[in-house]
């Protein structure tokens, strides 16, 4: 079994920056990649940033591009999401996603509880 905390988000004005958490645990913690989710009211999920866990390489979404910053701390089983100029449209629950065998974030994949970022104009 993993487990994900998420912690971070909060209200914050348009232009400012908040950085997320997902701390993970478990007995047989091992991840593939670790990404961040974001979903507003009415709409899917969309994968926001994904890292490969021991490689690095990351990937970003269109949408946050140039602004936000996926990174990882081995030692420490954590993931982050450093986010800067936040827009209004930035606003979502975010959530943190462990993929542990190599299939992406289907079904086998943990996922944290989901953290609220309001992004005021």
């Known amino acids: 079994q993993v487990q994900l905390v998420e912690s971070g988000g909060g209200l914050v004005q348009a232009g400012g920056s908040l950085t997320l958490s997902c701390a993970a645990s478990?007995?047989?913690?091992?991840?593939?990649?670790m990404g961040w989710f974001r979903q507003a009211p009415g709409n899917e999920r969309t994968l926001v940033a994904t890292?490969?866990?021991?490689?690095?390489?990351?990937y970003l979404a269109d949408s946050v591009k140039g602004r936000f910053i996926i990174s990882r701390d081995i030692a420490k089983n954590t993931v982050y999401l450093q986010m800067n100029s936040l827009k209004p449209e930035d606003t979502a629950v975010y959530y943190c996603?462990?993929?542990?065998?190599?299939?992406?974030?289907?079904?086998?994949?943990?996922w944290g509880q989901g953290i609220q970022v309001t992004v005021s104009s």
């Open positions: 890292i490969v866990w021991y490689g690095g390489m990351s």
């Open positions: 478990g007995r047989t913690f091992g991840a593939s990649k």
């Open positions: 996603a462990v993929d542990t065998t190599g299939a992406g974030y289907g079904s086998s994949a943990y």
